[in-house]
């Protein structure tokens, strides 16, 4: 009855499997084989059914790690997990996203390896830790499996992370994880944060592009004008350095007739 | 609805599908990117505006679900948000000082 709480299996079954099990120990332990072969073969025989089941474990296995991607780091975690904080004391609330551990920077971990218990997985959950100046700078793909922080990371020096880790509203947050915490990246600015739709008035603002053909003829207009007074200027530009050329030339032959040329010029250099 | 499967469309999605199908519903509520929503506490669809007679500009993000927003101003490095746009540049200025040594 006692075995069977475990497995799930009729008493005959299970009597069964032990009759099996104990005949094939008995032979186990009184079967020999000897077997003679030069040790280069033995080698080569190790070597080749380590890369046969090398090859077989990396084209089946699932990788399972999730990926965290700043725009300016990339980084993966065990589980996707963020967190909201209201901070009392900026009277406002930021985006905490946990990542890294055992896992160094683009490594993935196969399901086994992360859910190994007392494993090396359970040392280093959380290592990482972005903080975002705005929940909404964090971004969610593929139903969380990655995740994608909109905004540069940077890395805070020690006392910048002990400092924060101080704060009441972390403390009360995350007090007990902040142990095992090793690196603390604050995102404050984002060059690509978009939402799911834009209206076009303000893509067009932002993008300073026309919406419509009216919009598209007056920034023709507006090209043409700048063309315009761009070339009228290089014009100038142009023709005050052959003044400047033909000025040099004479003062350096010292000739009177060319020295007429530019009469009103030479005058005021003169002076 | 229209015929075709529009998954931005604001309207409720039908439910059901036909066998061996994605009902649109499905879609809809996997589809997309998603920014956080700290007051829904979850990955929530967004619509952006600018507002341009505050200076400087903000972008004005604002979560689907809830009506919860949040103001950007637009800088040179990128969007900041609002609330926080003060303690960046203290920031700055501080991590120049460690730099600097002063």
């Known amino acids: 009855m006692g075995l069977n709480k475990y497995v799930k299996a009729t008493p005959s079954q299970v009597a069964t499997m032990m009759i099996i099990g104990i005949g094939l120990a008995l032979t186990a332990l009184t079967f020999q084989v000897g077997i003679r072969m030069p040790w280069l073969v033995f080698l080569a025989f190790i070597f080749g059914s380590g890369t046969a089941g090398y090859y077989l474990f990396v084209v089946g296995v699932k990788f399972y790690s999730f990926l965290v991607v700043t725009e300016n780091y990339r980084t993966t975690t065990f589980h996707p997990r963020v967190k909201v904080v209201w901070d009392e004391g900026w009277k406002t609330h930021l985006g905490l996203v946990f990542a890294g551990g055992y896992n160094s920077p683009g490594k993935l971990l196969s399901w086994p390896d992360i859910e190994k218990p007392g494993g090396m997985a359970k040392r280093g959950k959380v290592a990482e830790l972005f903080v975002t100046a705005d929940p909404f700078m964090i971004e969610s793909v593929a139903n969380t499996r990655f995740l994608v922080i909109r905004g540069k990371s940077r890395e805070c020096n020690h006392w910048e992370t002990a400092a924060f880790f101080k704060r009441p509203s972390i403390q009360a947050a995350i007090g007990d994880e902040v142990d095992g915490i090793k690196r603390l990246y604050w995102v404050m600015s984002s060059t690509s944060l978009h939402p799911d739709d834009v209206s076009p008035e303000s893509l067009a603002s932002v993008m300073r592009g026309p919406s419509d053909l009216d919009d598209l003829a007056s920034l023709f207009q507006r090209w043409q004008a700048e063309y315009r007074m761009t070339n009228e200027q290089e014009e100038e530009r142009v023709m005050r350095g052959l003044h400047n050329i033909e000025k040099s030339r004479s003062g350096r032959s010292k000739a009177p007739a060319q020295v007429t040329v530019h009469e009103g010029k030479e005058e005021s250099t003169d002076e | ?102």
């Open chain 2, 1 to 102: 609805m229209s015929s075709g499967l529009d998954v931005f469309d604001e309207a409720p999605v039908a439910s059901g599908a036909e066998s061996g199908m994605l009902s649109e519903g499905h879609v809809y509520q996997h589809s997309g990117h998603r920014l956080l929503c700290r007051t829904c506490n979850d990955f929530q669809r967004t619509k952006a505006e600018l507002v341009a007679d505050v200076t400087p500009p903000v972008l004005r993000i604002t979560c689907k679900t809830c009506g919860t927003y949040s103001d950007f101003e637009l800088r040179k490095m990128g969007v900041i948000p609002k609330l926080f746009s003060e303690r960046v540049r203290r920031f700055s200025f501080s991590r120049a000082k460690q730099v600097l040594g002063g």
